[in-house]
Protein backbone atom coordinates (compact mmCIF):
# COMPACT_ATOMS: atom_id res chain seq x y z
CA UNK A 1 0.00 0.00 0.00
CA UNK A 2 2.78 2.76 1.25
CA UNK A 3 5.02 1.60 -1.78
CA UNK A 4 2.02 2.31 -4.23
CA UNK A 5 1.35 5.34 -2.28
CA UNK A 6 4.75 6.88 -3.53
CA UNK A 7 4.63 5.86 -7.32
CA UNK A 8 1.09 8.01 -7.05
CA UNK A 9 2.81 10.52 -5.24
CA UNK A 10 5.40 10.91 -8.17
CA UNK A 11 3.16 10.41 -10.90
CA UNK A 12 0.12 13.42 -9.29
CA UNK A 13 2.97 16.02 -8.72
CA UNK A 14 4.23 15.57 -12.37
CA UNK A 15 0.77 16.15 -13.08
CA UNK A 16 -0.21 18.55 -11.10
CA UNK A 17 -0.70 22.53 -12.30
CA UNK A 18 0.91 25.87 -11.21
CA UNK A 19 -0.60 27.65 -7.88
CA UNK A 20 0.32 30.90 -6.97
CA UNK A 21 2.98 30.98 -5.00
CA UNK A 22 3.70 35.28 -4.30
CA UNK A 23 6.71 35.58 -5.75
CA UNK A 24 5.89 37.90 -8.57
CA UNK A 25 4.77 39.72 -5.48
CA UNK A 26 8.55 40.46 -4.85
CA UNK A 27 10.15 43.60 -7.35
CA UNK A 28 13.97 43.98 -7.16
CA UNK A 29 14.54 47.48 -8.71
CA UNK A 30 16.71 47.54 -11.52
CA UNK A 31 19.99 49.07 -12.12
CA UNK A 32 21.73 49.61 -15.40
CA UNK A 33 25.50 49.57 -13.38
CA UNK A 34 26.97 46.33 -11.30
CA UNK A 35 29.89 47.56 -11.04
CA UNK A 36 31.05 43.30 -11.33
CA UNK A 37 31.83 41.16 -13.76
CA UNK A 38 30.11 37.58 -14.63
CA UNK A 39 33.17 35.44 -13.63
CA UNK A 40 33.19 37.67 -9.72
CA UNK A 41 29.60 35.75 -8.96
CA UNK A 42 30.36 32.48 -6.93
CA UNK A 43 27.09 30.72 -5.05
CA UNK A 44 29.21 29.47 -2.20
CA UNK A 45 26.59 29.04 0.64
CA UNK A 46 26.77 27.85 3.99
CA UNK A 47 24.35 26.15 5.95
CA UNK A 48 23.91 22.53 8.10
CA UNK A 49 27.00 23.55 9.56
CA UNK A 50 28.34 22.70 5.69
CA UNK A 51 30.46 24.97 3.16
CA UNK A 52 28.50 23.89 -0.41
CA UNK A 53 29.45 25.36 -3.86
CA UNK A 54 25.70 26.51 -4.21
CA UNK A 55 22.80 27.23 -1.81
CA UNK A 56 20.44 25.04 -3.71
CA UNK A 57 19.56 21.46 -2.57
CA UNK A 58 17.47 18.64 -3.56
CA UNK A 59 14.62 18.53 -1.33
CA UNK A 60 12.42 15.30 -0.13
CA UNK A 61 10.69 13.58 -2.29
CA UNK A 62 10.46 9.85 -2.42
CA UNK A 63 12.24 6.22 -2.65
CA UNK A 64 9.92 2.74 -1.59
CA UNK A 65 9.27 0.69 -4.94
CA UNK A 66 11.26 -0.03 -7.71
CA UNK A 67 10.31 2.85 -10.13
CA UNK A 68 11.30 5.76 -7.36
CA UNK A 69 14.47 3.87 -7.03
CA UNK A 70 15.43 4.74 -10.44
CA UNK A 71 14.39 8.36 -9.68
CA UNK A 72 16.16 9.08 -6.43
CA UNK A 73 18.98 6.89 -8.83
CA UNK A 74 18.87 9.69 -11.49
CA UNK A 75 18.56 12.47 -8.64
CA UNK A 76 21.83 11.24 -7.18
CA UNK A 77 23.35 11.51 -9.86
CA UNK A 78 22.57 15.57 -10.33
CA UNK A 79 23.34 15.82 -6.94
CA UNK A 80 26.88 14.24 -7.68
CA UNK A 81 27.45 15.87 -10.46
CA UNK A 82 27.07 19.61 -9.15
CA UNK A 83 27.89 18.69 -5.63
CA UNK A 84 24.18 19.21 -4.51
CA UNK A 85 23.46 18.43 -0.94
CA UNK A 86 20.13 15.42 -1.69
CA UNK A 87 17.04 14.62 0.62
CA UNK A 88 15.19 11.51 -0.18
CA UNK A 89 11.50 10.79 0.84
CA UNK A 90 10.11 9.63 4.17
CA UNK A 91 12.29 6.45 5.00
CA UNK A 92 9.44 4.76 7.09
CA UNK A 93 8.18 2.18 4.07
CA UNK A 94 11.61 0.75 4.99
CA UNK A 95 12.26 1.14 8.25
CA UNK A 96 8.96 -1.54 8.15
CA UNK A 97 10.17 -3.31 4.82
CA UNK A 98 13.76 -3.80 4.70
CA UNK A 99 13.32 -5.04 1.13
CA UNK A 100 13.07 -1.44 0.30
CA UNK A 101 16.24 0.05 2.04
CA UNK A 102 17.90 -0.01 -1.59
CA UNK A 103 15.40 2.52 -3.36
CA UNK A 104 16.80 4.79 -0.32
CA UNK A 105 20.49 3.59 -0.20
CA UNK A 106 21.08 4.24 -4.15
CA UNK A 107 21.55 7.91 -3.21
CA UNK A 108 24.74 7.08 -1.11
CA UNK A 109 25.81 4.34 -3.44
CA UNK A 110 25.83 6.95 -6.26
CA UNK A 111 27.04 9.73 -4.73
CA UNK A 112 29.37 7.82 -1.85
CA UNK A 113 30.77 11.36 -0.69
CA UNK A 114 27.63 13.85 -1.04
CA UNK A 115 25.99 15.45 1.48
CA UNK A 116 22.88 13.22 2.14
CA UNK A 117 19.73 13.88 3.77
CA UNK A 118 17.45 11.31 5.71
CA UNK A 119 13.30 11.59 6.31
CA UNK A 120 11.63 10.57 8.99
CA UNK A 121 8.09 11.97 10.29
CA UNK A 122 6.82 13.36 13.85
CA UNK A 123 5.83 9.89 14.63
CA UNK A 124 8.99 8.70 14.42
CA UNK A 125 10.59 7.02 17.65
CA UNK A 126 14.33 8.21 18.50
CA UNK A 127 15.29 4.40 17.22
CA UNK A 128 13.24 4.64 14.00
CA UNK A 129 15.35 8.10 13.28
CA UNK A 130 18.74 6.22 13.97
CA UNK A 131 18.16 3.20 11.49
CA UNK A 132 17.08 5.82 8.95
CA UNK A 133 20.31 7.85 8.88
CA UNK A 134 22.42 4.64 9.22
CA UNK A 135 19.84 3.57 6.63
CA UNK A 136 21.89 6.00 3.73
CA UNK A 137 24.72 7.28 6.34
CA UNK A 138 23.01 10.69 6.30
CA UNK A 139 24.90 13.83 6.98
CA UNK A 140 21.67 15.51 8.64
CA UNK A 141 18.09 14.43 9.15
CA UNK A 142 14.43 16.16 8.15
CA UNK A 143 11.38 15.27 10.05
CA UNK A 144 8.61 16.38 8.39
CA UNK A 145 5.62 17.59 9.81
CA UNK A 146 2.42 17.19 7.16
CA UNK A 147 -0.84 18.24 8.70
CA UNK A 148 -2.66 19.49 5.29
CA UNK A 149 -1.49 16.01 3.91
CA UNK A 150 -2.40 13.65 6.38
CA UNK A 151 -5.90 14.99 7.29
CA UNK A 152 -6.79 15.21 3.59
CA UNK A 153 -5.71 11.28 2.84
CA UNK A 154 -8.21 8.82 3.26
CA UNK A 155 -5.37 6.45 4.88
CA UNK A 156 -3.76 9.22 6.53
CA UNK A 157 -2.70 9.51 10.27
CA UNK A 158 -5.24 11.12 12.47
CA UNK A 159 -3.10 11.42 15.52
CA UNK A 160 -1.15 14.41 16.10
CA UNK A 161 -0.26 15.33 19.91
CA UNK A 162 3.18 13.75 20.23
CA UNK A 163 4.72 15.39 17.33
CA UNK A 164 6.45 17.82 19.41
CA UNK A 165 7.34 15.58 22.07
CA UNK A 166 9.02 13.14 19.57
CA UNK A 167 10.55 16.38 17.95
CA UNK A 168 12.61 17.11 20.74
CA UNK A 169 13.24 13.59 21.55
CA UNK A 170 14.81 12.83 18.15
CA UNK A 171 16.99 16.41 18.57
CA UNK A 172 18.22 15.10 21.47
CA UNK A 173 18.38 11.45 20.47
CA UNK A 174 21.08 11.50 17.02
CA UNK A 175 24.03 13.03 16.15
CA UNK A 176 23.49 14.63 13.07
CA UNK A 177 21.89 17.94 12.24
CA UNK A 178 18.23 17.78 12.19
CA UNK A 179 15.99 19.98 9.88
CA UNK A 180 11.99 20.20 10.78
CA UNK A 181 10.28 20.91 7.33
CA UNK A 182 6.65 21.37 5.93
CA UNK A 183 5.79 19.66 2.63
CA UNK A 184 4.40 22.34 1.04
CA UNK A 185 2.09 24.36 3.80
CA UNK A 186 4.55 27.01 5.03
CA UNK A 187 5.27 27.68 8.68
CA UNK A 188 3.84 30.77 10.67
CA UNK A 189 5.90 32.66 13.70
CA UNK A 190 4.23 30.16 15.84
CA UNK A 191 5.29 27.24 14.54
CA UNK A 192 8.80 28.54 14.10
CA UNK A 193 8.83 29.54 17.54
CA UNK A 194 7.18 25.93 18.74
CA UNK A 195 10.25 24.28 16.53
CA UNK A 196 12.96 26.94 17.83
CA UNK A 197 11.87 25.70 21.51
CA UNK A 198 12.24 21.86 21.08
CA UNK A 199 16.08 22.57 20.62
CA UNK A 200 15.64 22.36 16.98
CA UNK A 201 18.57 24.15 15.08
CA UNK A 202 17.29 23.98 11.32
CA UNK A 203 13.88 24.69 9.49
CA UNK A 204 12.82 24.22 6.16
CA UNK A 205 9.60 26.51 6.10
CA UNK A 206 8.23 24.56 2.69
CA UNK A 207 5.74 26.53 1.59
CA UNK A 208 2.62 26.87 -0.87
CA UNK A 209 2.75 27.36 -4.34
CA UNK A 210 4.57 24.43 -5.51
CA UNK A 211 3.30 20.78 -5.08
CA UNK A 212 0.34 20.31 -3.77
CA UNK A 213 -0.21 17.52 -1.31
CA UNK A 214 -3.65 18.62 -0.58
CA UNK A 215 -4.39 18.51 -4.19
CA UNK A 216 -3.11 15.12 -4.76
CA UNK A 217 -4.22 13.50 -2.01
CA UNK A 218 -7.87 14.67 -3.39
CA UNK A 219 -7.04 13.49 -6.22
CA UNK A 220 -5.81 9.56 -4.37
CA UNK A 221 -9.01 10.19 -2.40
CA UNK A 222 -12.57 8.09 -2.52
CA UNK A 223 -14.68 10.66 -2.96
CA UNK A 224 -12.49 13.50 -3.70
CA UNK A 225 -14.38 16.67 -1.17
CA UNK A 226 -11.21 18.70 -0.32
CA UNK A 227 -10.89 20.94 -3.42
CA UNK A 228 -11.81 23.70 -1.30
CA UNK A 229 -8.28 23.55 0.60
CA UNK A 230 -6.61 23.33 -2.32
CA UNK A 231 -5.08 26.56 -1.77
CA UNK A 232 -4.42 26.15 2.43
CA UNK A 233 -1.14 27.44 3.68
CA UNK A 234 1.89 30.37 3.61
CA UNK A 235 3.67 30.94 0.96
CA UNK A 236 7.48 30.33 1.38
CA UNK A 237 7.82 34.28 0.54
CA UNK A 238 5.10 35.06 3.46
CA UNK A 239 6.73 32.53 6.33
CA UNK A 240 10.04 34.54 5.61
CA UNK A 241 8.48 37.46 6.19
CA UNK A 242 6.50 36.31 9.57
CA UNK A 243 9.40 34.75 10.93
CA UNK A 244 12.10 37.45 10.15
CA UNK A 245 12.63 37.83 13.62
CA UNK A 246 13.05 34.70 14.54
CA UNK A 247 16.02 34.00 12.08
CA UNK A 248 18.61 34.71 14.38
CA UNK A 249 17.18 31.88 16.43
CA UNK A 250 17.38 29.30 13.95
CA UNK A 251 18.68 28.62 10.36
CA UNK A 252 15.91 29.45 8.28
CA UNK A 253 16.01 27.16 4.56
CA UNK A 254 12.87 27.59 2.38
CA UNK A 255 11.28 25.92 -0.33
CA UNK A 256 8.01 25.17 -2.40
CA UNK A 257 7.25 26.64 -5.53
CA UNK A 258 10.63 27.34 -6.25
CA UNK A 259 10.51 27.01 -10.43
CA UNK A 260 12.99 29.94 -11.57
CA UNK A 261 16.84 31.06 -10.56
CA UNK A 262 15.35 34.15 -9.49
CA UNK A 263 12.52 32.35 -7.53
CA UNK A 264 15.97 30.89 -5.55
CA UNK A 265 17.71 34.39 -5.25
CA UNK A 266 14.05 35.88 -3.60
CA UNK A 267 14.35 33.42 -1.23
CA UNK A 268 17.81 34.17 -0.38
CA UNK A 269 17.56 37.71 -0.43
CA UNK A 270 14.03 37.06 1.92
CA UNK A 271 16.45 35.43 4.51
CA UNK A 272 16.91 31.91 3.58
CA UNK A 273 20.48 30.68 3.74
CA UNK A 274 19.49 27.54 1.40
CA UNK A 275 16.95 27.03 -1.00
CA UNK A 276 15.18 23.48 -1.30
CA UNK A 277 13.43 22.35 -4.64
CA UNK A 278 11.23 19.35 -5.60
CA UNK A 279 9.07 19.30 -8.12
CA UNK A 280 11.51 21.08 -10.48
CA UNK A 281 14.16 18.49 -9.39
CA UNK A 282 11.61 15.71 -9.94
CA UNK A 283 10.86 17.05 -13.40
CA UNK A 284 14.14 17.23 -14.85
CA UNK A 285 15.15 13.35 -13.38
CA UNK A 286 12.37 12.35 -15.86
CA UNK A 287 14.56 13.28 -18.72
CA UNK A 288 17.54 11.19 -20.55
CA UNK A 289 20.57 11.76 -18.41
CA UNK A 290 22.39 14.45 -21.03
CA UNK A 291 19.77 17.04 -20.96
CA UNK A 292 19.08 16.48 -17.25
CA UNK A 293 22.31 17.50 -16.40
CA UNK A 294 22.18 20.32 -19.24
CA UNK A 295 19.29 21.44 -17.68
CA UNK A 296 20.40 21.58 -14.09
CA UNK A 297 23.52 23.30 -15.01
CA UNK A 298 21.65 26.06 -16.68
CA UNK A 299 19.68 26.78 -14.33
CA UNK A 300 22.30 27.01 -11.30
CA UNK A 301 24.60 29.04 -13.89
CA UNK A 302 21.39 31.46 -14.58
CA UNK A 303 21.37 32.04 -10.63
CA UNK A 304 24.29 33.58 -11.06
CA UNK A 305 23.00 35.45 -14.00
CA UNK A 306 19.71 36.48 -11.43
CA UNK A 307 22.44 37.76 -8.86
CA UNK A 308 25.05 40.32 -10.96
CA UNK A 309 21.49 41.56 -12.35
CA UNK A 310 20.67 42.25 -9.36
CA UNK A 311 24.53 43.80 -8.63
CA UNK A 312 25.80 41.27 -5.79
CA UNK A 313 28.67 38.83 -6.26
CA UNK A 314 27.92 37.01 -2.86
CA UNK A 315 24.81 34.90 -1.69
CA UNK A 316 25.46 36.02 1.83
CA UNK A 317 24.89 40.01 -0.03
CA UNK A 318 21.59 39.17 -0.87
CA UNK A 319 19.72 39.70 2.16
CA UNK A 320 21.06 43.50 1.94
CA UNK A 321 19.64 44.57 -1.42
CA UNK A 322 16.55 46.51 -2.06
CA UNK A 323 13.63 45.02 -3.01
CA UNK A 324 9.88 46.22 -3.11
CA UNK A 325 6.60 44.31 -1.70
CA UNK A 326 3.69 44.51 -3.44
CA UNK A 327 0.81 45.39 -1.68
CA UNK A 328 -0.93 42.19 -0.65
CA UNK A 329 2.61 41.63 1.35
CA UNK A 330 2.61 45.24 2.23
CA UNK A 331 2.22 44.51 6.01
CA UNK A 332 5.12 43.23 6.44
CA UNK A 333 7.08 46.42 4.99
CA UNK A 334 6.51 47.88 8.55
CA UNK A 335 8.64 44.93 9.83
CA UNK A 336 11.33 45.15 7.67
C1 LIG B 1 6.67 13.35 -5.27
C2 LIG B 1 6.95 14.08 -3.99
C3 LIG B 1 7.05 13.36 -2.81
C4 LIG B 1 7.35 14.02 -1.60
N1 LIG B 1 7.55 13.27 -0.47
C5 LIG B 1 8.05 13.88 0.64
C6 LIG B 1 8.49 13.11 1.75
O1 LIG B 1 8.43 11.89 1.74
N2 LIG B 1 8.97 13.77 2.83
C7 LIG B 1 9.06 15.14 2.88
O2 LIG B 1 9.56 15.71 3.84
N3 LIG B 1 8.63 15.89 1.83
C8 LIG B 1 8.15 15.30 0.71
N4 LIG B 1 7.78 16.05 -0.36
C9 LIG B 1 7.65 17.52 -0.19
C10 LIG B 1 8.87 18.30 -0.67
O3 LIG B 1 10.03 18.01 0.06
C11 LIG B 1 8.60 19.83 -0.62
O4 LIG B 1 8.45 20.19 0.73
C12 LIG B 1 7.37 20.24 -1.40
O5 LIG B 1 7.23 19.42 -2.53
C13 LIG B 1 7.41 21.68 -1.87
O6 LIG B 1 8.47 21.89 -2.79
P1 LIG B 1 8.27 21.98 -4.39
O7 LIG B 1 7.17 22.96 -4.62
O8 LIG B 1 9.61 22.40 -4.91
O9 LIG B 1 7.90 20.61 -4.87
C14 LIG B 1 7.49 15.43 -1.57
C15 LIG B 1 7.38 16.13 -2.79
C16 LIG B 1 7.13 15.47 -3.97
C17 LIG B 1 7.06 16.27 -5.25
Known sequence: ????????????????????????????????????????????????????????????????????????????????????????????????????????????????????????????????????????DANALGIHINIAQEITMDEGDREFSHWLEH???????????????????????????????????????SGRGGTNFVWIENERSQDKRYEYLADWGITPVESLLMTRDLHQNIEVLASGGVKTPLDVVKLLTLGAKGVGISGQFLKFSQLPEEEMMEECGKFLEDIRKCMILIGVTRVDQLPTVNYELQESLGKYHEAK
Open 167 to 205: IRAIVDGVDVPVIVKEVGFGMSHDTVQQIIDCGVKHVDV
Open 1 to 136: MRSKRKDEHVKLALKQGDYDNDFNKVRYIHNSFPNCNFSDVKLDAHYLNQDFETPVYINAMTGGSESTRIINGNLAKMAKRFNLAMSVGSQHVALDNPEYESSFSIVRDVNPDGFVIGNVSANATVEEAQRAIAMI
